[in-house]
């Protein structure tokens, strides 16, 4: 096998191998990609089982043939490498890579070694710009569990749906604490399920690198996987079987004391309560009073922060405890320059929601103060 490639461009395709291959395995052919060279272009193949990304780039062919190599260490060789074009020659297991006087030698595994990855034709896929999927994933992702017994929160459901004449793509998370839901509109129907699917963390990550949200990608469904298809990439993510809650049990339906706060100035007065906490005293006191809203943090272990932010308020006063990294989350994802704060009475749940719109909501269940 021959080729020559431009070396950003190669450098970029094995860039997006990295977060699908595997670091920690038995199994040594899952540390490397598959370089396939076929008429006028090469294939870049990355697996660890679950997630399968195939990208196509030009170049010079000038030997058909295939090998696979150490993702992490022919990236480091082509990042440091100088030069416009790479230079790319196997024979047998060997591969030398060169570009202007630099060149490095590295070994390879047999193709034949390497899972075979199905080239599945005919799966129906529907378009929708990228900045939608990139938003849900953004508003939603910091709410998944971390606890691996938990496989069906480690993860987002995806479901498409109606609000009435117009088409949805709706995603969820919870951790059990917290609660993310936010919602976008298609022009055209996405996912043809019945039900919603749930996409695993690693794989809701890698689906959010490749995306270019200036761009239009296509979404589909086969075989329990999830595709994404950009221009010249496929990503296929194996979805979690198992099912989601039901989280509109959740929502509350009581709507607590209600506030409209001004989205930066209140996250920084957070994020200034936040240096003050730590993973034992991670809390924040907000206390409502008539125009007035007090925010209070203290540590044993590290001491004491107070702010008072004007508001619009002149109701009862109100006293209530949050995990401030909770509430630095839920607000840090909003484009919009108002939040609505709705405070639950008692220990039950608040809600975040854009002041703008009813598509992002966050439910952040109370601390005991």
Known sequence: MEFKINREIFLDGIQ??????????????????????????????????????????????????????????IYEMIREIQGEFINFIQKNNLVKISAQRAFYKIPGLPADDFPSIADDQDIPFSKIQGSIIKDLINKTSFAMATDETRKNLNGVLMEAGLDGSNYLLRMVATDGHRLAMARGFTPEPTLKTVKGIII??????????????????????????????????????????????????????????????????????????????????????????????????????????????????????????????????????????NIVFEVGLGLKPSIIKQAEDDNYLCIIMPLKI
């Open 200 to 337: 695993p963390r690693k794989g809701l990550m890698e689906i959010k690198k490749i995306i270019d949200e200036n761009k239009e990608v296509e979404i589909g469904l086969h075989k329990n996987m999830f595709l994404v298809k950009t221009e010249n990439t496929l990503l296929k993510v194996s979805l979690v079987d198992a099912d989601y809650p039901d989280y509109k049990k959740v929502i509350p339906t009581e709507k607590g004391m209600s506030v409209v706060l001004e989205k930066d100035y209140f996250l920084h007065a957070l994020r200034r309560m936040s240096v003050v906490s730590s993973e034992r005293y991670g809390g924040v006191i907000l206390s409502f009073s008539k125009g007035k809203l007090t925010l209070n943090s203290t540590n044993l272990d590290v001491g004491e922060a107070t702010e008072e932010i004007d508001i619009d308020y002149g109701g009862e006063a109100i006293d209530s405890g949050f995990n401030v990294n909770y509430l630095i989350d839920a607000i840090a994802v909003v484009n919009k320059e």
């Open 16 to 73: 997006k191998t990295l977060g699908i291959v595997e670091k920690k395995t038995t199994i040594p052919i899952l540390n490397n990609i598959l370089i396939k060279a076929e008429a006028g272009k090469i294939k870049i193949i990355a697996t660890d089982r679950e997630i399968i990304l195939i990208s196509d780039y030009e170049a010079e062919v000038m030997e058909k043939g295939e090998i696979t190599i150490s993702a992490k260490k």
